[in-house]
């Protein structure tokens, strides 16, 4: 199909596109690399009065150190993150969440901020911020302001932006250091998680000392693991105490049935996907 006719607008600052959003409000879209959007505007389930281009704000771009804090352009491409030094040094678990996005020609065009705000519960870049404790720099007509991934995620493609603001960055300590591991469940390749698993982990002394384990999929918005984060500390690296902590994966979660799985299905994965990337993670 053909989308409808809308305007386009393609500011080179965020002033600009903040200011033309404010003025057209509900009825514009933000395009970034438009991997959920253009399909969408085929298919003509959103019919935007004006669609504004951000490929053009380059201030939106690229990797960055900011004291103890990384931060992330959200208009830094897929390819360029998985690709970045300081993304492998410091969360790692960002790079490895990275690579399973689709494909290449996807992450050459789709961008980091632009798969946060979409929040689709099946995305894979989602659970790996929340495990990682990022927050998410926010600007619109009344200033700047940081929201935390907890609260950033409010329901099924849904999150705490405005209808005038636009997600600027990401900021997230540096866990240099932690071992992690991504583990996604998916029955084609390049497709959508089932259930996916963001672990991060570190280890003193052949105990995991601490745990962040955050999971894809369980329920409208991505959901940290406490109990397996709890379950955890203290405990050896061995398969028999991981898959133990992993027991408690499913606990407070709120998976859904579909096409592809029920939710005692979606349970049981979270369970065996827990476990393995935990021991992935820990393992040499």
Partial sequence: MIPAQFEYLAPSTVEEAVTALAECGDEAKVLAGG?????????????????????????LR??????????????TTHHD?????????????????TRTVADPQVRHRGTFGGSLAHAD??????APAL?????MVLVGPSGRRVVPAAEFFVDYF???LEPA??????RMPKWTGWRAHYEKFNRVAQAWSIVGVAAAVRVTDGQ????????????????????VEQALVGQPPTAEAVRAAARHAAEGTSPTADASADVDYRSHLAEVLTGRAVLAATGP
């Fill in 35 to 59: 991997q959920s959007l253009l399909p969408v505007l085929r298919m003509r389930l959103a019919d935007p009065q004006l669609l504004v281009d951000l490929n053009r704000v380059e201030e």
């Fill in 62 to 75: 690229g990797v960055r150190e900011d004291g103890d804090a990384l931060v992330i352009g959200a208009m």
């Fill in 81 to 97: 993150v998985l690709r970045d030094p300081l993304v492998q040094q410091h969360a790692e678990l960002i790079a490895l969440a």
């Fill in 121 to 126: 519960p099946a995305g894979d870049l989602p």
């Fill in 131 to 135: 495990a990682l404790d990022a927050e």
């Fill in 158 to 160: 849904t999150t705490a």
């Fill in 165 to 170: 603001e636009l997600l600027v960055e990401v």
């Fill in 208 to 227: 995991i000392a601490e745990a962040r384990i955050a999971l894809t999929n369980m329920g409208p918005t991505p959901i940290r693991a406490r109990g």
